[in-house]
């Protein structure tokens, strides 16, 4: 069984940073994807950034390039997401996910197979 267990999360102003850390146990596969989503109160599921942790290719949502990075550590089996430049939209429960096969679609969340509990981010302006 997968375990997913996100930190990180936290209040911040606007302009200033975070960074979120995913910790996954209990499944490995070179094929696998891990992503970061999000939800706002009264909006849906947004996917923000997701890796393939074969050859490390990165996927981002338009509203967070260039702000957001997303990296992998293999050795600890960990993802993190790096926030630069947050803005007060950016606030919502964000969520750590794995999927075991990956064939496109890295930011569709209905593709993703386990997830975290979730940690929350606030910017405030």
């Known amino acids: 069984q997968v375990q997913l267990v996100e930190s990180g999360g936290g209040s911040v102003q606007a302009g200033g940073s975070l960074r979120l850390s995913c910790a996954a146990s209990?499944?490995?596969?070179?094929?696998?994807?891990m992503g970061w989503f999000r939800q706002a109160p009264g909006k849906e599921r947004e996917g923000v950034a997701a890796?393939?942790?074969?050859?490390?290719?990165?996927y981002y949502a338009d509203s967070v390039k260039g702000r957001f990075t997303i990296s992998q550590d293999k050795d600890k089996d960990t993802v993190d997401l790096q926030m630069n430049t947050l803005k007060p939209e950016d606030t919502a429960m964000y969520y750590c996910?794995?999927?075991?096969?990956?064939?496109?679609?890295?930011?569709?969340?209905?593709?993703?197979?386990?997830w975290g509990q979730g940690t929350q981010v606030t910017v405030t302006s």
């Open positions: 209990g499944y490995r596969s070179v094929r696998n994807c």
């Open positions: 996910a794995v999927r075991r096969m990956c064939y496109g679609g890295y930011l569709v969340g209905n593709l993703y197979n386990d």
């Open positions: 890796i393939y942790r074969g050859d490390g290719s990165t």
